[in-house]
């Protein structure tokens, strides 16, 4: 999807868990080891959400911080839309919630599902929205709390996952500026690689169910390796091209955060230098559809980014979902 570049982003906000665990913290759990982590995934710690916080407490933060940053309150909303798989209830929405809680009477909310694709599927929304003419400021958060959907006793899959949020204000712009292009995409033949098998409607819970942990995350991790690396290389060529920029003008490109080895291939194959591919896997490993809005809140915040630069994101989730998007900020 090609845009006239008729949505920007004008603030944004992220927030993680105060808990840290560690890669030495893991191998009191499972049979592990920090070397075996890192090499695998570049992953050295991530946060944990507590007993007592759940994907609403996160956004909220994140959603505040966003706020603040485009200078509005949640009055000033069209809308609320939230990427989650891990929500505080299968209803009503965690968007819902976030509504009552951030003041925005006057908008619409709701959670979509698109795992760790869920911010871009998100801005592809509120950019359909504000193109529309439907709604003038929308909030997109990526939200996720993981670790309560985490297998501990899984050496292949309790080492990967972190809990954070991420959010950010889309405003109607003019041409050349804001969301140059958007490219969202599904392929429902690969759902199994990547799953939660229990609890809905299709196998609803059973004692023996919870007993073998098939209401928690499972993952064929090579399958979903080779699958990733060429889905978001082809969503990343595609909106790159259809944005109309060279490779070599790109300030930063952000990839989902969820495999060290992952967003290494997808930069040499975009001949990206390293210095221009954003990274903080080592600190919060992969919270989903987190990772690509707490990785642009950061680099904006730290200077990596700023007014006028280009910045290239993709992902790929379970459903499987993929896709990309190029930003002029």
Known sequence: MKTTSSARITGTGSFVPAKVLTNSDLEKIVDTSDEWITERTGIKERRICGDDEAASDLAYEAAVRALDDAGIDGSALDAVLVGTVSADYLFPA???????????????????????????????????????????????????TLTKLTNWTDRNTCVLFGDGAGAAVFERCGPGEGLLSVYLHSDGSLSDIIMLPAGGSRTPLTPELLAAHQNKIIMRG????????????????????????????????????????????????????????????????????????????????????????????????????????????
């Open 222 to 329: 090579n399958e979903t390796f080779k699958v990733a690396v060429k889905a978001m290389e082809s969503a990343l060529l595609r909106v790159i091209e259809e944005a109309g920029i060279r490779q070599d003008e790109i300030d930063l490109l952000i990839p989902h955060q969820a495999n060290i080895r992952i967003i290494q291939a997808l930069g040499k194959r975009l001949e990206v230098p390293e210095d221009r591919v954003y990274i903080n896997l080592d600190r919060y490993g992969n919270t989903s559809a987190a990772t690509i809005p707490i990785a642009i809140d950061e680099a904006r915040r730290n200077g990596r980014i700023g007014p006028g630069s280009i910045v290239v994101i993709a992902a790929f989730g379970s459903g499987v979902t993929y896709g990309g998007a190029v930003i002029r900020l």
């Open 94 to 144: 965690t968007g819902c919630l976030l509504q009552e809680r951030l003041g925005a009477k006057r908008a619409f909310a709701y959670d979509f599902s698109a795992a760790c694709s869920g911010f871009i599927f998100g801005m592809g929304q509120a950019l359909a929205f504000i193109a529309s003419g439907m709604c003038e400021r929308i909030l997109v958060i990526g939200v996720e």
